[in-house]
């Protein structure tokens, strides 16, 4: 049992008790579902009761939180952990102008063919603890530094090892070797590696780019995307990253559960996502903008037009080397107009609808006691405090 909870932050509005709220915001705060002063007792990795501290039953093991603040555990629904060796030069190049255009893929793409499995798996596992350290409990993995049926089904085996949000991204880019033979590659994607892939992965997803000649064209990621969903997989799109394109309407017209990245939209791709807003969620990704030192998304051009959306790390070697959902939601703050309460909410219920997930991303009774903690008396410290690690994985 925990008690002496400051605030307790439950993403369920019927939850949320009048005590006034304490926060500037205030008319904000409430679709939190925020809770002052308040208890909960865990059982079996479930929560069992949530109420007032006073209130609080009697229990085998008593938590005394001291005044901070609960929050579900962010829920990461977009990351590339699967891969090996890093591209700081690159990082160094965009720095002072360098333009990403996605072709750094293939460096990546040669180191982590050349890790052994169990040079994956560890070092899968040391971006798993790093992001359970700073908060998050559910995360998404995809696979798309292998591009060969075996790379990519080995990359897949082992996001499957920590978590069941596997991502099959076998259209990430044409690889170098196939550079001339596109066609060719396309077939091999929907073909020998989807077979080998579809076991170990609930999602597809592809790299519609065509501002990018490394990456898909509308006909081919729909070619692609649709043999997915004929192979049992449910869709997601990488769309609109590097300028104006098809991502956000094609994922709108084949229902994907998201569209990430939507930093270039037009007025018919916003109108497209607001229509959609109970099956497409459009995953904003900060984390990118600020190490491709590129415009961000508007953020509140989608959420004042009635968007679902949500935040995600897009941890990958190439556009964004941080895990951190925290230093993601003081980007969409600082950067991209969003309010903490809104930032806090596309960080668990948003980012967990976009991954179709009704369990998580909300602290209620019945429901999995996947917790952050802060030290710090309120989730707006999490924008506040950028950069000192104040959220960890409450266990
Ligand atoms: O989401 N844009 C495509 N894929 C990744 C970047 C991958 C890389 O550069 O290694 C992304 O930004
Ligand atoms: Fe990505």
Request: a negative charge; hydrophobic letters at 40%; charged letters at 25%.
């Amino acid at each position: 049992m925990f008690v002496g909870i400051g605030e307790l932050v439950t993403c369920d509005l019927d939850a949320a008790s009048d005590a006034p709220a304490r926060a500037a915001s205030a008319a904000d705060d409430t679709r939190l579902g925020i809770r002052r002063d308040a208890a909960l007792v865990v059982q079996d990795g479930r929560i069992t009761w949530i109420g007032d501290s006073a209130d609080a039953p009697a229990a085998d093991r008593r938590i005394n939180l001291e005044g901070r603040a609960v929050l579900p555990g962010f829920v990461d629904s977009h990351s590339h952990l699967v891969f090996d060796g890093d591209r700081a030069e690159e990082f160094a190049a965009r720095m002072t102008g360098e333009r990403y255009d996605g072709g750094g893929i293939g460096v990546s793409v040669d180191a982590t063919r050349a890790a052994s499995d169990e040079r994956l798996r560890e070092l899968v596992g040391r971006r798993v603890a790093e992001m359970r350290a700073q908060g998050t409990t559910t995360v998404e993995i995809k696979s798309g530094y292998g591009l060969t049926v075996e790379d990519e089904a080995r990359a897949l085996r082992i996001a499957r090892e920590f978590t069941t949000e596997t991502t099959f991204l076998g259209a990430h880019v044409v690889p170098p070797e196939a550079r001339d033979e596109r066609t060719a590659y396309v077939e091999l994607v929907i073909g020998p590696m989807l077979e080998a892939c579809a076991p170990h992965a609930k999602w597809a997803d592809v790299f519609c780019e065509p501002n990018s000649p490394h990456a898909f064209t509308e006909d081919e990621s729909r070619t692609v995307l649709e043999a997915a969903r004929d192979a049992g997989l449910q869709l997601r799109v990488h769309g609109n990253q590097l300028g104006h394109g098809p991502g956000v309407q094609l994922a709108v017209e084949l229902g994907a559960a998201s569209v990430d990245h939507c930093t270039f939209l037009s007025d018919a791709d916003v109108d497209a996502l607001v229509q959609a807003a109970n099956t497409t969620t459009a995953t904003l990704l900060p984390g990118v903008e600020f190490s491709t030192r590129s415009p961000y998304p508007d953020a509140r051009r989608l959420i004042d037009a009635g968007v679902s959306v949500a935040l995600a790390t897009d941890c990958n070697p190439g556009t964004c080397y941080s895990d951190s959902m925290p230093f993601v939601i003081a980007l969409a703050v600082r950067e991209m107009g969003m309010t903490p309460s809104e930032a806090v909410w596309a960080a668990t219920r948003g980012s967990a609808k976009a991954l179709r997930r009704n369990d998580i991303g909300g602290i209620v009774v019945g429901g999995p006691a996947d917790l952050a903690v802060l030290d710090a008396p309120s989730h707006l410290h999490l924008a506040y405090r950028a950069g000192v690690p104040i959220a960890r994985t409450l266990s």
